[in-house]
């Protein structure tokens, strides 16, 4: 709902690969989403796996090297389909990725109808920082999560996915792919991240709302019957042992946005999945909340309306000029 990041000139592959999103907080407020060029739109949270099955464009795209390892690609101009097709070429020993699944992948994309095997954009091998995704249509464009779903961690896929499921008549101009035109996808799958925050236990902290958790993650938060305070105030009720997040970096989370006024969720990444975005994308308080934390951390923030929405609001999500907003966020991945 609320995320409006500019995905044509995002300079995150992650962010340009992006769906129909369930939303981030931004630093924008009171626009509606930018446009994207995926009109599909699911929850995500099946355990359904129903996986593209190979075809002969899928097995004419040739593919040498080991999974991990920046792969030699060659396939023949104007390679075209009619239902996007994938072939395993290495199948992994370890986790399906279902549908909800937080992945760490690498991966190398190019045009299926120029024949030319140099990558229009490539993540995760050697030099290159890894990229996560969630298994979910609702998140990411639906080519792209044709390439990894029912996937098991340490195997290569190669998926020549059709227009309709990538950049459709509109393209991609920042990745270089032109109107209609299908897409070639090698996929390797690395790991299987936690959807939830996995770090030690912290005692709460006096005066914060309280949160209890699902078995999944999902937090529900009580707002105490007191003012709100006046100041950004944060907690730790989980602390990670992993790596920090940068500024300026990109980070992957399960969010909820509780009203202090009324105690109403205005937005949420639990239904859809894990999101990633830029921190410098976000509202001041958000931001502030998450920088420097290291992941697996579980934090709660309450952030009054001049670092949230301002006294703009955003009236999309409920929010007015004079609302604080309660934030519980998971830390599960930076890069």
């Given at each position: 709902?609320?995320?409006?990041?500019?995905?044509l000139?995002?300079p995150?592959v992650?962010?340009?690969?992006?769906?129909?999103?369930?939303?981030?907080?931004?630093?924008?407020?009171?626009?509606?989403?930018a446009?994207?060029?995926?009109?599909?739109?699911?929850?995500?949270?099946?355990?359904?796996?129903?996986?593209?099955?190979?075809?002969?464009a899928?097995?004419?795209?040739?593919?040498?090297?080991?999974?991990?390892?920046t792969?030699?690609?060659?396939?023949?101009k104007?390679?075209?389909?009619?239902?996007?097709?994938?072939?395993?070429?290495?199948?992994?020993?370890?986790?399906?990725?279902?549908?909800?699944?937080?992945?760490?992948?690498?991966?190398?994309m190019?045009?299926?109808?120029?024949?030319?095997?140099?990558?229009v954009?490539?993540?995760?091998?050697?030099?290159e920082?890894?990229?996560?995704?969630?298994?979910?249509?609702?998140?990411?464009?639906?080519?792209?999560?044709?390439?990894?779903?029912?996937?098991?961690?340490?195997?290569?896929t190669?998926?020549?996915?059709?227009?309709?499921?990538?950049?459709?008549k509109?393209?991609?101009?920042?990745?270089?792919?032109?109107?209609?035109?299908?897409?070639?996808?090698?996929?390797d799958?690395?790991?299987?991240?936690?959807?939830?925050?996995?770090?030690?236990?912290?005692?709460?902290?006096?005066?914060?709302?309280?949160?209890?958790?699902?078995?999944?993650?999902?937090?529900?938060?009580?707002?105490?019957?007191?003012?709100?305070?006046?100041?950004?105030?944060?907690?730790?009720?989980?602390?990670?042992?992993?790596?920090?997040?940068?500024?300026?970096g990109?980070?992957?989370?399960?969010?909820?946005?509780?009203?202090?006024?009324?105690?109403?969720?205005?937005?949420?990444?639990?239904?859809?999945?894990p999101?990633?975005?830029?921190?410098?994308?976000?509202v001041a308080?958000?931001r502030?909340?998450i920088?420097?934390?290291?992941?697996?951390?579980?934090?709660?923030?309450?952030?009054?309306?001049?670092?949230?929405?301002?006294?703009?609001?955003?009236?999309?999500?409920?929010?007015?000029?004079?609302?604080?907003?309660?934030?519980?966020?998971?830390?599960?991945?930076?890069?």
């Amino acid at each position: 709902m609320l995320r409006q990041l500019s995905l044509l000139v995002a300079p995150l592959v992650v962010l340009a690969l992006a769906g129909c999103s369930a939303g981030s907080p931004s630093s924008a407020s009171g626009s509606g989403a930018a446009p994207v060029v995926s009109s599909k739109s699911t929850t995500g949270t099946s355990n359904a796996c129903a996986a593209p099955v190979a075809g002969a464009a899928s097995r004419a795209v040739s593919v040498t090297g080991a999974v991990g390892q920046t792969p030699t690609v060659t396939f023949a101009k104007g390679l075209s389909v009619k239902k996007t097709q994938r072939t395993t070429v290495v199948a992994g020993t370890g986790a399906k990725a279902v549908d909800g699944s937080l992945l760490s992948v690498a991966f190398t994309m190019y045009d299926a109808t120029t024949g030319d095997a140099t990558p229009v954009t490539s993540a995760g091998f050697p030099g290159e920082t890894a990229a996560q995704f969630t298994v979910s249509d609702s998140l990411y464009l639906p080519g792209l999560v044709k390439a990894m779903r029912c996937a098991t961690v340490g195997s290569r896929t190669v998926t020549v996915a059709d227009t309709n499921d990538m950049f459709g008549k509109v393209g991609s101009t920042g990745f270089k792919i032109g109107k209609n035109d299908d897409v070639v996808i090698v996929m390797d799958i690395l790991a299987k991240l936690p959807t939830k925050a996995t770090g030690a236990a912290v005692a709460p902290e006096s005066g914060f709302p309280t949160v209890k958790l699902a078995a999944s993650g999902k937090p529900t938060v009580k707002i105490p019957s007191s003012d709100p305070p006046s100041t950004l105030q944060l907690e730790t009720l989980k602390k990670g042992a992993g790596g920090v997040v940068p500024s300026g970096g990109q980070v992957t989370v399960q969010y909820q946005g509780t009203l202090w006024r009324n105690g109403k969720v205005f937005d949420q990444s639990w239904g859809s999945g894990p999101t990633t975005f830029a921190t410098a994308s976000v509202v001041a308080g958000f931001r502030d909340a998450i920088v420097g934390q290291t992941i697996g951390s579980q934090v709660v923030v309450i952030v009054p309306p001049a670092e949230g929405y301002g006294t703009g609001g955003n009236e999309t999500a409920g929010i007015t000029g004079t609302d604080t907003l309660v934030f519980v966020v998971d830390i599960l991945a930076t890069s």
